[in-house]
């Protein structure tokens, strides 16, 4: 089942555009803001690259994204979105250039992720929040604070 918060192909190819450029016409240069069958990769591919994202973002925050606050949707939308355009650039590389921009959107998918953690975090049940430990221990037996 997919996540309500998974991005689109339009918020992923926001991130990188040029991959939204008819494959099939190698003189177009027009932008389609998409990602279709005409396009390196295409649509298939990169919603497979998105479902990886998106089980990342997962795998990282524990397993689910809380419904409230709604801005934490956002957010882990964002991460997956940034995620799966950073993937995309690595696995489809044209030139030189696509290549180094991968160190560049990684960082921002990382930080996406961090930001995500530190609100889910802050809105967290318990004292610092969900995502940290919590441990308990029972009450010591009366003669454990006794002095002997």
Known sequence: MAELW?????QVADHIPTRTRNAA???DTALSGTFSAQT???DEQARRHIAAAVA???GA????????PTFLYHLASEAAALRAAADIELAYPNRNADADRF????QRAKDALDRLKQAMDDQGSGTEG????QWAFPEPAWYGDYPL
């Open 56 to 58: 990342e973002v997962l």
């Open 25 to 27: 016409s190698p003189g």
């Open 103 to 106: 160190p560049q959107l990684d």
């Open 40 to 42: 390196e990769p295409t």
């Open 61 to 68: 925050v524990g397993g689910a994204v809380p419904t409230a």
């Open 6 to 10: 998974t991005p689109t192909l339009e």
């Open 130 to 133: 969900s995502l940290l430990p």
